[in-house]
């Protein structure tokens, strides 16, 4: 391997031969071969990956623009529009059938690049999302894409990690894979680092770690040795599945909306059709352009593309703002979330943690210093601790039972692991113990992971005499009720007074510490095993240790935001009660004097449970399972609940909430699976913005809708009254194609980019199954179709009145319906307050450009004798203009007394936040 992974001349022959080769032998062999090599350095790295590629599995094929340019002609209203042109085509009119057919390319267009868009922002999600592996280099451990992982690497495994790429165990602590992906079993799979043969089905190869399995539980070590397609499940699948869409409920209710209506109109269509040649003696042509117009006016089929950018818009909004969303659904469910229970350390605090004080034997030690620097006294009063053999042995635990690093890196100090664990070994080193070269007297024989179930770790050294000693740390009531001594001053061991060191968790507590209790007990030379039962009783309490963990500046703030916004904060922790109440205080929740633990949660009854759920805010000393009830009971109480999480256990309650959140940073992809939405920065205060931006998704959903709709609503009503009452058409159908374009498209295009209304996040959440298509929505539709319909006659009968010219009155009416159109617009940027602000006239960039455009178009439309040919219109008069503008204005008016007096009316009733 190594040979042939350093000369870079190798043929591909020769690396395929290989590459089969590792396949066939005892993996055991290859393993020593390749750790042989020890940490890879960079050019290492650099030349294995231009000989074995990326660490990937080749994606499942993109759609091609021809098959995205393919799916646009699916859409109905091309079916009419095609159809329409094929016989306009046969009776000869040809300017009709250029027109039809140059809307159909121009809807083409419009679609296919809107869908572009849409997948351009889902694939900067997928790059976003790109799983993680942590690796041991040549310099150092880190957490890197997955895909830059090569032959040889060493790479580590935590609970809840997919395994990166097929890995030869040469470390397992109690580590269980599942591995239903490959062999379909189920239950996990206990792993062992001794040698298999080479021919053991894959179900047996107990010391492989196979790319894409999940680790259920405890650590291991692994070295890689397969990557990208040559693992056992490239060779499988062979593809990435890849199922991400933009389909949310909402857009297939739209979708089904648009369908159904598109048929009741085809058939009212034909009847009219049928009718009309029957009854009205109008000739056949005027009627088929008629019913075509009417087809046209009335189906929203822009609706459901529009909806879709927005959507994308949205989506590439919120991961902007560190909030990554896996399943499209939650964009809608977010603006609705009424409670959110988040984890403390790391997203409501900063996660940057300092040992602050410690207690021993009866005394408080006060420890100074700065972040991560290992500068800083430990002082008992104001004089310095220099001499005990206490301190030196609470800080060798410290450092041994730690599995973090530190490094230095560009003059800063950096932890690779666990920050707490970090902090521990700043703590050892200000005590005089160097976990690099002291340490190094000590080596680990074997450990016990931490678990948040059982809230300890713990560790077997050896020094080189053999001599062994057991060190454990973990939440410090757990560890008291561990052990049965203490170590005194001196370094003797005596009895346990477990009130005197209640109280002093207490203290630290209160304080708003993190406290952790250390402990240790001697072991036999001849040790080498350790599990959870060696360490559960028996054991000399060395002392506890209080860290300082501030929380995060703008968590305060976007709590309060959230408060205003009617969203309940709730903490779910697994620290301590005191310290959890503390932090709360100092964060703004509500509710911090009763605390609930995860012990008392157990013994409520399912009624209980509700009502405490509702009322606390703090829940301390939860583990995952508490997570679930909690989720489970707030939605009984009519809760849209969103849940933080980062490990695997957190993953049924990800599941189960209507937002999941998963831990970008510090989340296991366990956790980001389960997860609707993942924090690249692990920050409260990125929730808080995606419930903004998710109430902006809404209700910009909503605007597009109340936009779109009453342009159909008004022009087929418009064509039905005319067609019904035997009048002459107010516009034609040609015209109708030319609204719809001008129009909807480019003006409703602007409200997918609307940014948030000012008062989004000061009205309480929309209920969770408020239909979007109800109340408000359809009476704005209906209102403004009316609207518009008396706009249009009123336009037509105005200037057969002034001109009597039919095409004059045309071309005025088709105007007036657009500048209606763009003052609407402005009105249903604000669905709530005043649109006729300065705020509300200036508007976005965007809408200006929009209607500076439809402007420029409808005047090329009016004037150009070009137009006049293919749309049949006639130049108008300044009056006529001013006619048009005049109108649009009076609609404004009206929407805007609308408002007004619904506020009135019902002082209470609102669109809805979204
Ligand atoms: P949150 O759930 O808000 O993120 P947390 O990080 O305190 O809080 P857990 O990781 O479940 O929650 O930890 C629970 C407790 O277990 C901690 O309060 C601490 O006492 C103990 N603990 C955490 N990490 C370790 C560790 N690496 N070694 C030993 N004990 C630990």
């Known amino acids: 391997m190594t040979s042939s992974a350093s000369s870079p001349s190798t043929s591909d022959k020769a690396v395929n031969s290989q590459r089969v080769q590792w396949h066939a032998t005892d993996i055991g062999e290859v393993r020593s071969e390749l750790s042989a090599t020890g940490p890879l350095s960079a050019q290492a790295v650099g030349e294995r990956l231009s000989e074995f590629g990326h660490n990937r599995l080749p994606e499942a094929r993109r759609r091609g623009p021809l098959a995205r340019l393919g799916n646009q002609l699916k859409n109905f209203l091309i079916y009419v529009l095609i159809t329409a042109a094929v016989i306009t085509a046969v009776l000869g009119h040809w300017v009709d059938t250029t027109v039809i057919l140059a809307v159909v390319v121009i809807q083409t267009l419009v679609g296919f690049i809107q869908e572009g868009k849409a997948e351009q922002a889902l694939s900067a999600i997928r790059h976003m999302l790109a799983p993680k592996a942590v690796v041991v280099r040549e310099d150092g451990q880190k957490k890197i894409d997955a895909a830059e992982l090569v032959p040889g690497d060493t790479v580590i495994l935590e609970p809840g990690d997919r395994v990166p790429a097929d890995l030869r165990l040469e470390r397992c602590h109690n580590l269980k894979i599942e591995e239903a992906v490959l062999t379909g079993e189920s239950e996990p799979v206990d792993k062992t680092t001794g040698s298999q043969p080479a021919d053991a089905v894959l179900g047996d190869q107990l010391s492989m770690a196979f790319s894409g399995t999940m680790v259920a539980t405890g650590t291991g070590r692994g ?47 034909l009847a009219i059709f049928g009718g009309g040649l029957a009854l009205s003696g109008l000739p056949v042509r005027e009627l088929f352009m008629a019913v075509v117009g009417l087809t046209v006016a009335a189906i929203p089929e822009g609706l459901p593309a529009i909806l879709t950018i927005t959507l994308a818009i949205g989506v590439r909004r919120m991961a902007t703002r560190h909030a990554v969303v896996r399943r499209m659904p939650v964009i809608e469910t977010l603006g609705a979330v009424s409670v959110i229970c988040s984890d403390k350390t790391g997203t409501l605090t900063r996660n940057e943690m300092m040992v602050t004080a410690a207690v021993m034997a009866g005394k408080r030690l006060d420890v100074e210093g700065e972040g991560y620097e290992p500068d800083g006294e430990i002082r008992e009063g104001s004089d310095v601790v220099s001499e005990s053999p206490l301190l030196d042995e609470l800080a060798r635990a410290a450092a041994l039972c730690n599995d973090a690093h530190l490094e230095r890196h560009e003059g800063t100090i950096r932890v690779a692991g666990d920050p707490m664990e970090g902090a521990l070994k700043v703590f050892a080193q200000k005590a005089g113990f160097d976990a690099e070269t002291d340490g190094r007297e000590w080596p680990r024989t074997d450990e016990v992971p931490f678990d948040a179930d059982y809230r300890f770790m713990a560790t077997l050294n050896h020094d080189h005499h053999r001599h062994g000693v057991v060190y454990v740390k973990g939440a410090p009531e757990r560890i008291l009720e561990m052990c049965t001594g203490m170590v005194t001053d001196s370094g003797d061991t005596s009895s346990l007074d477990r009130e005197a060191w209640t109280d002093a968790i207490s203290e630290l507590a209160s304080e708003g510490l993190r406290v952790l209790a250390l402990a240790r007990r ?26 300082l963990d501030p929380p995060r500046q703008e968590a305060i703030q976007a709590i309060q935001d959230c408060h205003d916004a009617g969203i309940r904060v709730k903490m779910i922790t697994g620290d301590h009660a005191m310290t959890a109440s503390a932090i709360g205080a100092r964060l703004g929740l509500k509710n911090t004097t009763r605390v609930m633990t995860g012990r008392e949660l157990d013994q409520l009854g399912e009624d209980e449970l509700r009502q405490v759920a509702g009322e606390v805010d703090i829940f301390a000393r939860t583990s995952p399972e508490h997570k679930l009830r909690l989720v489970e009971a707030l939605q009984a109480l009519h809760g849209v609940v969103a849940m933080t999480g980062d490990g695997v256990n957190d993953a049924p309650a990800l599941k189960r909430a209507d937002v999941g959140i998963a831990m970008g940073v510090k989340g296991s992809e366990a956790a980001r699976e389960a997860a609707s939405m993942v924090l690249l920065d692990d920050n409260f205060a990125s929730i808080a913005r995606a419930v903004r931006e998710g109430r902006t998704v809404y209700n910009n959903l909503k605007k597009a809708i109340a936009f779109m709709l009453p342009i159909n609503g008004g022009e087929s009503v418009s064509l039905i009254t005319a067609l019904l009452l035997g009048l002459s058409l107010p516009i034609s159908a040609l015209q109708i194609l030319w609204v719809n374009l001008v129009g909807s498209v480019i003006l409703a295009m602007t409200l997918a980019f609307e940014p948030s209304e000012p008062g989004v996040m000061r009205r309480p959440p929309r209920s969770r199954d408020e239909p979007l298509l109800a109340g408000f929505v359809v009476w704005r539709v209906a209102f403004v179709s009316v609207l518009f319909l008396i706009g249009i ?47 509300g006239v200036l508007g976005t960039p965007i809408v200006l450009l929009a209607v500076g455009a439809v402007i420029l178009l409808q005047l090329l439309f009016t004037y150009l004798p070009f137009f006049h040919q293919i749309f049949g219109t006639a130049p108008l008069t300044l009056g006529a203009l001013v006619f048009a503008g005049a109108a649009g204005v009076v609609v404004l008016l009206v929407l805007e007394l609308e408002t007004w007096l619904r506020k009135r009316l019902k002082p209470g009733l609102s669109s809805g936040s979204g």
Do not use: C
């Open 793 to 839: 006659f009123a336009a037509w009968y105005w200037a057969m009145d002034q001109f009597s010219d039919e095409s004059v009155a045309r071309t005025l009416a088709v105007n007036t319906l657009v500048a209606m159109e763009v003052f609407y617009l402005f009105a249903v940027r604000y669905l709530d307050t005043a649109s006729v602000t300065l705020r």
């Open 223 to 269: 070295v890689v040795v397969r990557t990208g397609e040559n693992t056992e499940i490239g060779r499988i699948s062979g593809l990435l599945q890849d199922t991400a869409t933009l389909k949310t409920p909402l857009l297939e209710q739209i979708d089904r909306f648009a369908r159904y209506l598109s048929i009741i109109i085809i058939v009212v269509g």
């Open 522 to 547: 001697p072991a036999d030379s001849s040790q080498n095993t350790l599990a959870v039962e060696d360490v559960e009783d028996g054991l000399e309490l060395l002392g506890l240790v209080g860290l």
